[in-house]
Structures are given as C-alpha cells and as structure tokens.
Antibody
Framework: EVQLVQSGAEVKKSGESLKISCKNS????????IGWVRQMPGKGLEWMGI????????RYSPSFQGQVTISADKSISTAYLQWNSLKASDTAMYYCARISGNKPDFWGQGTLVTVAS | QSALTQPASVSGSPGQSITISCTGTRSDVGGSNYVSWFQQHPGKAPKLMIY???YRPSGVSNRFSGSKSGNTASLTISGLQAEDEADYYCTSYTSSSTLFVLFGGGTKLTVL
C-alpha cells in the first residue's frame, strides 16, 4: 500500500528555520517524482516544486524559487521541504504528493505550519 | 492567477447533475490526455477522482465522469449527494513548464 506520511504540525516564529518531512512507503521511492503543494488558509492548491529522488533533480515554481529548499534522502525514502527564515505569510498547510502518470496520485496527510510574527 | 481556469463555485440540488469546467491552452489541457480531477473536503488531503481525462480509480463512484473538448476539460457529477459538497481541482500535464503539472484554481461545489 502506497503511503506518504508527513511530519506533525509546527508553530514557529518569524525568522526561524524549519524542515518538514514526507516519509514514503509501499513503492520504489526512487522511481517517482515527489512534489510539494502549498495551501494557504481558505485558498487553492499551489505547486511549489518537485524532486526526483533517484538523482535529486529538483525544480521550483518561480514563486517559490529561492524561498524554500526541497530535498530527499533516498536511504530512508523521505522527502523534505525546508525554510531558512520563515515569514508570517508562510502560514499554510503543506502537502507532499507522489507524481505518477503526470498527476499527483497519492498525497500525504498534510503538515500545518503556523508562523507567528 | 492559476494556469488552469475553473469557475469559483457551482451548486446543485440533491439528485441533479453538475459540470465543472477546466480551461487551459494547447500546451496543457488541449494537448494532453493527462487531465485529472481531485476532490478536497475541508481539512483533508485532496483525493484523486478522475485521471487521464475520463478514468476512475478503484473505489470512486461512477457518478463521477470526465471529458475533454479542445482546451477545456470537464468533470460531471450525476445524482448529487450531500457528501459531494467539497472543493474540486483539475490538473493537467503541461509541456510549457519544467514542473510538468499545472493546477486549476479550484471550484467550490455546494449541494443545496
């Protein structure tokens, strides 16, 4: 059974750093792209970027380039999303998703990040 | 602004049918059969309902169907039920982005 299990909710202050995770199981992690999606309160889904764990090929949406870092550790089948300096506007739900057949077919449960100013 | 255009909201009464559109360009919806639809209930992760324009994953009700004409894809829900009330998002493969997947802006479905 394919499963993507994300790390728990975080409450941080502006300027702090954060790394959230997405643990994958039930399939060969290195054979699929993994994407990260932001959903701000009451808003739609935004594609942040994707990574191919086999060779760490990483691509970012222009809106998120330079704002976050996406990485993966194939030894533990885990993808990461990282901020060096959080802002209040980073408050959102973040989802990871496996990409198969040019679609995000399996999703994590989401990680709520709250940033206090 | 989202790359794929969806209506902000649609509504229907129980038992009726509704259709949600998703309009793109020749670089995405019009040039690809990799159009998918997702359902998202409040506080939940999106769930795949339709893939490759008109295929349903195992376990998805046959009340959900998809189609495409030109640069516009559509999701039709027949026999509306209260549990169908949710947000719906389309996605499409795109040849114009290295991220190769685009999202629609989402449509809020209200069951009256």
């Amino acid at each position: 059974e394919v499963q993507l299990v994300q790390s728990g909710a975080e409450v941080k202050k502006s300027g702090e750093s954060l790394k959230i995770s997405c643990k994958n199981s039930g399939y060969t992690f290195t054979n699929y792209w993994i994407g990260w999606v932001r959903q701000m309160p009451g808003k739609g889904l935004e594609w942040m970027g994707i990574i191919y764990p086999s060779d760490s090929d990483t691509r970012y949406s222009p809106s998120f380039q330079g704002q976050v870092t996406i990485s993966a550790d194939k030894s533990i089948s885990t993808a990461y999303l990282q901020w060096n300096s959080l802002k209040a506007s980073d408050t959102a739900m973040y989802y990871c998703a496996r990409i198969s057949g040019n679609k995000p077919d399996f999703w994590g449960q989401g990680t709520l990040v709250t940033v206090a100013s | 602004q989202s790359a794929l255009t969806q209506p902000a909201s649609v509504s229907g009464s129980p038992g009726q049918s509704i259709t949600i559109s998703c309009t793109g360009t020749r670089s995405d919806v019009g040039g690809s059969n990799y159009v998918s639809w997702f359902q998202q209930h409040p506080g939940k992760a999106p769930k795949l309902m339709i893939y490759e324009v008109n295929y349903r994953p195992s376990g998805v009700s046959n009340r959900f169907s998809g189609s495409k004409s030109g640069n516009t894809a559509s999701l039709t829900i027949s026999g509306l039920q209260a549990e169908d009330e949710a947000d719906y998002y389309c996605t499409s493969y795109t040849s114009s982005s290295t991220l190769f997947v685009l999202f629609g802006g989402g449509t809020k479905l209200t069951v009256l």
